[in-house]
């Protein structure tokens, strides 16, 4: 009879282990005996091992729980701001003063370098202001808002350049980025940051929207 020897290697070994985790409190002795290579410094038990193991854990967790309560305060600043942007808007007596308002918070509330509206039909009682533009929506100027202006979606990002001479003109150069809102039937609104970063693709948009919806409805009050 011919005596078969199994031979294991490490990956086998491994695999066995992961599918029995309670192997090694059979053999306690085992456990503390084996020892684990550091990428710096001597050998560790596989306790200590353990253990260095967990604290990295722990201070993952402790990192990705700071991170979400600065979201979360962060969106109960914006959460305030939107609730106190809305309470102005509809504060207001006339359709210029509204407009007036949203810009001035969007300024001074939203830290926006340089705050744009175009509208597409003009507002009485609005005097020239270098923030507003009154551009018919059939426009050729804005045939590069087509998209956005169909899909009523915000944009954030950096812009292309066509689409910021329209809105910055000459200053058009001084905007690294920007959130674009539209706002159907009423026009657009932009806010642009001097930061390349301020604004970029896939950041949430749901306070823009609560915005342009907020100013939107604030207007129809004087659409005849």
Same mark, same amino acid.
């Given at each position: 009879m011919t @005596?078969? /020897?199994?031979?294991?290697?490490?990956? #086998?070994?491994?695999?066995? &282990?992961?599918r029995h985790p309670g192997f090694l409190k059979q053999?306690?002795? &085992? %456990?503390?005996?084996?020892?684990?290579?550091?990428?710096?410094?001597?050998?560790?038990?596989? %306790?200590?091992?353990? =253990?260095?193991? +967990?604290? @990295?854990?722990?201070?993952? +967790?402790?990192?990705?729980?700071? #991170? =979400?309560?600065?979201?979360?305060?962060e969106n109960e600043r914006l959460a305030v701001r939107t609730h106190q942007l809305t309470l102005a808007l509809l504060k207001q007596d006339n359709a210029a003063d509204t407009l007036r308002a949203m810009a001035a918070t969007l300024s001074e509330d939203f830290n926006g370098d =340089?705050?744009?509206? *175009? /509208?597409? %039909?003009?507002v009485p009682g609005m005097e020239e202001a270098d923030w507003l533009q009154h551009i018919p929506a059939d426009d050729a100027r804005l045939h590069a808002?087509?998209?956005?202006?169909?899909?009523?979606?915000? +944009?954030?990002?950096?812009?292309?350049?066509?689409?910021?001479? *329209? &809105?910055?003109g000459i200053r058009a150069e001084e905007v690294q980025s920007s959130a674009l809102l539209p706002v159907p039937g009423v026009g657009l609104v932009a806010v642009?940051?001097?930061?390349?970063?301020?604004?970029?693709?896939?950041?949430? /948009? +749901?306070?823009?929207?609560?915005?342009?919806? %907020?100013?939107? *409805?604030a207007l129809q009050r004087y659409v005849r």
């Open positions: @005596d078969v /020897t199994e031979k294991l290697g490490a990956h #086998e070994i491994a695999a066995w &282990l992961r053999f306690p002795d &085992l %456990a503390l005996s084996l020892v684990v290579p550091r990428d710096e410094g001597p050998a560790a038990s596989l %306790a200590s091992y353990q =253990l260095d193991v +967990l604290r @990295d854990k722990n201070r993952e +967790l402790a990192r990705r729980l700071q #991170e =979400l309560f600065g979201n979360a305060q =340089l705050v744009r509206i *175009v /509208t597409f %039909a003009s808002f087509r998209d956005c202006i169909a899909d009523s979606e915000p +944009l954030c990002g950096r812009l292309q350049p066509e689409k910021n001479a *329209v &809105l910055y642009g940051s001097h930061d390349a970063n301020r604004f970029f693709p896939g950041m949430g /948009t +749901l306070f823009l929207r609560m915005m342009g919806e %907020a100013l939107g *409805v």
